[in-house]
């Protein structure tokens, strides 16, 4: 008997559909919305802090949206240091205001993107929401940092059951860039010896914040954070979202993410492979994870391991939809 195999299942905007929306009390699949986030530092006075990538990645992100998932250009916001648009450059304020765009209003059956190009780094943790204590930070072009717990609030808690949100973070340290609960167990690596030289300062260049003086908190939260009376220690709370978000993270929490020369271009390594993956073929969520911990450990020589968590427990042979 001819065995019959069953093609994953693709995820859209009709899986959210609830029963009340059914009847027509709710509103049925919405909106799209993206917010791209491209940072080159290339005035901080450190240049050792300056990154080249930056602006591909994004570029390229927003055409594969475009190119292959159907997104048009005005449901865009695009933000770079550049200079061309000032009242678009991505200092701190207007960071935090476009994320607080991205999610207003969302509703059932909308679709979100978020992808952050840029510098990545750790503070120590001040509310006991961290393991490790210390809080996963990026870095704005003016300097300042927003911390996960900040990005969580904005991005993930406000978000009603059935509206999506998809996150890409290329940066150092990006792991748990958003403090969301469900962290995918990665597939085993396998180290292969390289046919390559080892990288140099040339080939490869980390997108970690090298500060001059620490970074101070902007913010900080109000609440006592329960403690652990064997140890004295904060308990790490669990941070919940009725939305389904997903984080695609360049390396895990203590690790750096590298650009490099692809071609005659400088990108990300985590963009340039998550774009290529989505391009050449449908991936369920296995497999594009089982592919980017292929690739990337194979172009940063062992040292990059992508991560993927999310607020809900991810169909993981489900294919992908953006």
């Known amino acids: 008997m001819e065995e019959i195999v069953q093609s994953p299942k693709i995820m859209d905007f009709k899986d959210h559909i609830t029963f009340a929306q059914q009847l027509g009390l709710e509103p049925g699949p919405g909106r799209r919305r993206a917010l791209l986030i491209g940072i080159r530092y290339w005035r901080d006075e450190d240049k050792d802090n300056v990154l080249k990538g930056a602006y591909a990645d994004i570029d390229d992100m927003q055409h594969l ?14 933000l770079k240091d550049d200079l061309i648009q000032p ?11 476009e994320m607080g765009n991205l999610v207003k209003g969302a509703r059932p059956g909308d679709q979100l993107f978020f992808h952050f190009a840029g510098h ?9 929401d961290e393991y490790d204590d210390l809080d996963e930070v990026i870095k704005t072009s003016d300097g300042h940092i927003i911390v996960d717990d900040e990005m969580f609030n904005i991005l993930v808690k406000p978000l009603p059951r059935g509206c999506r949100l998809t996150a890409v973070f290329d940066c150092c340290n990006s792991g748990t860039g958003l403090d969301l609960p469900e962290i995918v167990k990665t597939p085993p690596i396998v180290r292969r010896p390289s046919r390559t030289p080892s990288p140099t300062p040339s080939m490869m260049k980390a997108r970690r914040m090298r500060p001059r003086a620490p970074f101070r908190r902007l913010t900080s939260s109000r609440e006592v954070p329960r403690v652990d009376v064997t140890t004295a220690r904060p308990i790490p709370t669990r941070k919940d979202s009725d939305g389904d978000v997903i984080l695609w993270s360049a390396c895990q929490d203590n690790e750096a993410a590298y650009e490099k020369k692809i071609g005659e271009t400088i990108r ?19 497999s594009l994870l089982d592919e980017l911990c292929v690739k990337l450990p194979e172009m940063c020589k062992n040292v990059q391991t992508p991560q993927l968590s999310a607020s809900q427990p991810i169909p993981m042979e489900t294919l992908i939809s953006i």
Do not use: C
């Open 87 to 97: 009242g678009s450059q991505p200092t701190r304020d207007i960071v935090l205001r």
């Open 65 to 78: 949206l475009m190119e292959n998932f159907g997104w048009s250009r005005d449901e865009f916001t695009v």
């Open 268 to 286: 990300g390594v985590m963009t340039y492979n998550f774009i290529s993956a989505l391009r050449a073929k449908q991936h369920t969520y296995q």
């Open 120 to 128: 990545g780094g750790q503070v120590m943790d001040d509310d006991g």
